[in-house]
């Protein structure tokens, strides 16, 4: 069976098609599995930020507003994400993080399912109730501001839990914990049935595999860019806007640069048209720089064809794991249907924490999340058949 394995990797990875974009990027000897929590560095992006600093900063310093495209670099960068999460030009903008993009989302969302419905009782904010813990936050935060409640649902039964009374669904399309991916499609249609308003968090979802953000009528959305689209440690997160919401988008955070004339300097406030709206305050242009440096891997490469690789990596790494791992020893907590599955692989154990330490003291990079959960992201633009072998192989000795 060992013997089959390897021939199988050895097959698998010289048919990938793929595989020349493992040369996009900066790696070592190890098996990277951790992307869904930091992506790897792609080729050319600190040439980039060398540049920024140097010339931009350093010659052309103010000048760079505009002869370096820093006022426009929220749109721009916005366009680049926009095609990897299924929406036409002119709806993503980029800046600020996550947590501040679910915030303006959650209060405009509520707005907006009021300002559709004159007179109803839209007064809840429905919330995954295995979210992320700061989506939780920021929801009850956004609750006391708009006068509704936040009331745990559970993702699967999105369609019994709408109602008259919803204002916002505030859902993860793929579960951070387990892996597990919603129905982005289905869940939608139910809000959008219900009259309220969709909000999908997409950090774990967007680059490694479609959404169809606009296929699918979504409100909104927001995601971060250092997972699957390897923007860097702390690169600035995204707000999709759709369009049909973008003149009637009340952001609460109302900054300067959401403004209609932001150099007029005047004491009212007009918002600005378009997705600008759901800017704030002067963009980071360092990291801004990096996660569009960070996007030209994306050129010329398909999303179908990173989540048909994405699936036969987890499968692959699932029939590994049977074969080396001693039975017993871990239970698989993604499901195994490839429409539920999203990109990572995640394996409950006792000693989750130990194992993952001495994993990583041994070359296989996954991670650990508490209290019991070992958690392998596979990066299809970089992680190789060859790599999921190895990685299986150094678990089972791990686990002995």
Same mark, same amino acid.
Request: net charge negative; hydrophobic share 45%.
């Given at each position: 069976?060992?013997?089959?394995?390897?021939?199988?990797?050895?097959?698998?990875?010289?048919?990938?098609?793929?595989?020349?974009?493992?040369?996009?990027?900066?790696?070592?000897?190890?098996?990277?599995?951790?992307?869904?929590?930091?992506?790897?560095?792609?080729?050319?992006?600190?040439?980039?930020?060398?540049?920024?600093?140097?010339?931009?900063?350093?010659?052309?310093?103010?000048?760079?507003?505009?002869?370096?495209?820093?006022?426009?670099?929220?749109?721009?960068?916005?366009?680049?994400?926009?095609?990897?999460?299924? %929406?036409?030009?002119?709806?993503?903008?980029?800046?600020?993080?996550?947590?501040?993009?679910?915030?303006?989302?959650?209060?405009?969302?509520?707005?907006?399912?009021?300002?559709?419905?004159?007179?109803?009782?839209?007064?809840?904010?429905?919330?995954?109730?295995?979210?992320?813990?700061?989506?939780?936050?920021?929801?009850?935060?956004?609750?006391?501001?708009?006068?509704?409640?936040?009331?745990?649902?559970?993702?699967?039964?999105?369609?019994?839990?709408?109602?008259?009374?919803?204002?916002?669904?505030?859902?993860?399309?793929?579960?951070?914990?387990?892996?597990?991916?919603?129905?982005?499609?289905?869940?939608?249609?139910?809000?959008?049935?219900?009259?309220?308003?969709?909000?999908?968090?997409?950090?774990?979802?967007?680059?490694?595999?479609?959404?169809?953000?606009?296929?699918?009528?979504?409100?909104? %959305?927001?995601?971060?860019?250092?997972?699957?689209?390897?923007?860097?440690?702390?690169?600035?997160?995204?707000?999709?806007?759709?369009?049909?919401?973008?003149?009637?988008?009340?952001?609460?955070?109302?900054?300067?640069?959401?403004?209609?004339?932001?150099?007029?300097?005047?004491?009212?406030?007009?918002?600005?048209?378009?997705?600008?709206?759901?800017?704030?305050?002067?963009?980071?242009?360092?990291?801004?720089?990096?996660?569009?440096?960070?996007?030209?891997?994306?050129?010329?490469?398909?999303?179908?064809?990173?989540?048909?690789?994405?699936?036969?990596?987890?499968?692959?790494?699932?029939?590994?794991?049977?074969?080396?791992?001693?039975?017993?020893?871990?239970?698989?907590?993604?499901?195994?249907?490839?429409?539920?599955?999203?990109?990572?692989?995640?394996?409950?154990?006792?000693?989750?924490?130990?194992?993952?330490?001495?994993?990583?003291?041994?070359?296989?990079?996954?991670?650990?999340?508490?209290?019991?959960?070992?958690?392998?992201?596979?990066?299809?633009?970089?992680?190789?058949?060859?790599?999921?072998?190895?990685?299986?192989?150094?678990?089972?000795?791990?686990?002995?």
């Amino acid at each position: 069976m060992s013997e089959r394995l390897d021939e199988r990797a050895e097959l698998l990875d010289a048919r990938d098609e793929l595989a020349k974009e493992r040369g996009r990027f900066v790696l070592d000897d190890s098996v990277y599995l951790d992307g869904n929590s930091l992506g790897a560095l792609p080729q050319g992006v600190a040439e980039r930020l060398d540049d920024v600093v140097t010339r931009e900063w350093g010659r052309l310093r103010i000048r760079s507003w505009g002869e370096s495209g820093w006022w426009t670099a929220p749109e721009r960068v916005g366009d680049l994400v926009a095609p990897l999460v299924g %929406a036409a030009p002119g709806q993503v903008v980029v800046g600020d993080s996550t947590s501040v993009n679910i915030f303006k989302a959650l209060v405009a969302g509520v707005r907006l399912a009021r300002a559709g419905d004159a007179g109803s009782e839209r007064d809840e904010i429905l919330v995954d109730a295995g979210t992320f813990p700061t989506d939780g936050y920021i929801a009850e935060s956004a609750a006391r501001l708009t006068g509704t409640r936040v009331v745990p649902v559970d993702p699967l039964r999105i369609a019994d839990a709408v109602g008259p009374r919803t204002a916002v669904a505030l859902l993860n399309h793929v579960d951070y914990r387990t892996g597990r991916l919603y129905d982005l499609p289905g869940a939608t249609a139910a809000v959008r049935a219900a009259g309220g308003v969709s909000v999908w968090d997409l950090c774990h979802s967007a680059g490694a595999l479609p959404v169809g953000l606009d296929a699918h009528r979504v409100d909104l %959305a927001v995601g971060c860019t250092y997972k699957y689209l390897n923007g860097g440690p702390g690169s600035p997160a995204y707000l999709y806007i759709a369009e049909r919401h973008q003149a009637a988008f009340d952001s609460p955070l109302p900054g300067w640069n959401s403004h209609a004339e932001p150099f007029g300097m005047t004491s009212g406030y007009t918002p600005g048209e378009g997705a600008v709206r759901g800017r704030v305050g002067t963009p980071d242009i360092l990291s801004m720089a990096a996660l569009e440096a960070a996007l030209g891997v994306w050129e010329g490469v398909s999303l179908d064809a990173v989540r048909a690789k994405s699936l036969a990596l987890t499968d692959f790494f699932l029939e590994c794991v049977a074969e080396y791992v001693p039975s017993g020893r871990v239970s698989v907590v993604t499901p195994l249907p490839h429409a539920e599955r999203g990109s990572q692989i995640a394996l409950r154990c006792d000693d989750a924490d130990a194992v993952m330490s001495v994993l990583i003291d041994r070359g296989v990079v996954g991670d650990y999340r508490a209290p019991d959960i070992l958690r392998f992201g596979f990066t299809p633009l970089y992680v190789s058949f060859a790599d999921v072998l190895r990685a299986a192989r150094e678990l089972a000795r791990a686990l002995g």
